[in-house]
């Protein structure tokens, strides 16, 4: 049935994201990247202890945004919180985008950017990894030569996993000094590479971090907007008045606070990652080295089977087959030890 009113044409033109189905509760989730840790114990106790008069006010952000400026070695007018990743993006587009503008991807990433940027009615330039996975350098700098609006960069990148070096990025941005370029660091974390103390030089560089992974505060949707004083401002702007619940401000705060649990979480990734790494090495299946938290790997013409035999067994993993046109790509999150040993059981019975 169509709508009484017409749509925006670029709503019309949009193919629809299709979000997790629901169920995933009670299940090893290894699909979304997600930390089957949990958070820390800290955070939870913050949220128990909310009072009730707390929980009925409009929250009050600045003295969590100073503490976490302080943790992220920023000042906090550099630092603007947002409601998850998404937000973030969805921000970045309403703040600098006109209809007909040009975006420039590299293709698979973060369906995200591409969502926000058509719903804004913007041209899409898609650049592609080849087949072994590698970054188009070459070609990217070309386009970047033609002055598109924005450039959206995963770094590491969802989902190859695989991530670019300082000396690569130096080289993005001398030749984009005439587009916002942002590059997300969710899985920053697993990584270690960071170019957020470049935005005080670069008045075009925008870093986005997330809390949904390491700290495992995926649930309360917080995600991190750091840039030039210049640009934050008008990212505030732009921005709705009270977008961070007061859970996830006193999550954030407890969670910046309790910095051995960070290392302990990093440290069994750390473990989980050389397990499956090696697990899959002796089954003989080919993957993809990764800089973050999740693994890509070639189940050929079997993979969509393996996911639905899993799914029965309770391990969720994730057929990301459609991002490379063919069958076979399967991206599976690092767990615990002992849940990178659970699903490297399963894939041998099943192989």
């Not at 189905?21 to 840790?37: A, C, V, Y």
């Not at 420039?104 to 087949?131: K, N, Q």
């Not at 008008?234 to 606070?257: D, I, N």
């Not at 393996?306 to 999150?333: K, M, N």
Request: some cysteine; overall charge positive; hydrophobic content about 45%.
């Amino acid at each position: 049935m169509k709508p009484p009113i017409p749509l925006r044409k670029a709503v019309a033109r949009m193919r629809p994201y299709r979000p997790p189905l629901e169920g995933r509760d009670g299940k090893l989730r290894l699909d979304f990247n997600e930390n089957t840790i949990g958070c820390s114990p800290n955070a939870r106790e913050a949220i128990r202890k909310l009072a009730s008069a707390t929980v009925s006010m409009y929250p009050e952000q600045e003295s969590v945004r100073r503490d976490l400026a302080t943790f992220f070695d920023v000042h906090r007018d550099e630092l603007l919180l947002t409601n998850g990743t998404d937000e973030a993006l969805h921000l970045i587009v309403d703040t600098f985008l006109e209809r007909d503008d040009a975006v420039l991807l590299v293709e698979p990433t973060f369906a995200m950017y591409r969502f926000y940027s058509e719903l804004a009615g913007a041209h899409i330039e898609a650049l592609r990894y080849d087949a072994a996975m590698r970054f188009p350098v070459k070609a990217l700098l070309a386009a970047l030569r033609k002055k598109p609006r924005i450039f959206f960069l995963a770094n590491p990148n969802n989902p190859t996993g695989s991530v670019l070096r300082p000396v690569e990025l130096r080289r993005i941005l001398k030749v984009a000094t005439r587009t916002l370029v942002v590059v997300d660091e969710a899985y920053f974390e697993f990584s270690g590479i960071t170019i957020l103390p470049w935005i005080r030089r670069h008045n075009n560089l925008v870093v986005t971090r997330t809390f949904s992974k390491a700290a495992g505060l995926a649930g309360l949707r917080l995600g991190c907007i750091f840039a030039n004083r210049s640009i934050v401002e008008y990212f505030r702007k732009a921005q709705s008045p009270y977008p961070v619940s007061v859970a996830a401000l006193v999550a954030a705060r407890a969670t910046v606070h309790d910095r051995s649990f960070l290392r302990r979480t990093l440290g069994e990734f750390r473990r989980s990652r050389k397990e499956l790494e090696h697990g899959l090495t002796k089954l003989g299946i080919p993957f993809f080295p990764s800089a973050a938290n999740f693994v890509l790997l070639f189940l050929g013409a079997r993979a969509k089977e393996v996911v639905a035999s899993l799914a029965r067994q309770g391990t969720l993993i994730r057929d990301r087959s459609s991002d490379f046109g063919g069958a076979g790509y399967v991206r599976i999150t690092f767990g615990t030890l002992a849940q990178t040993r659970r699903v490297l059981r399963q894939l041998e019975e099943l192989l």
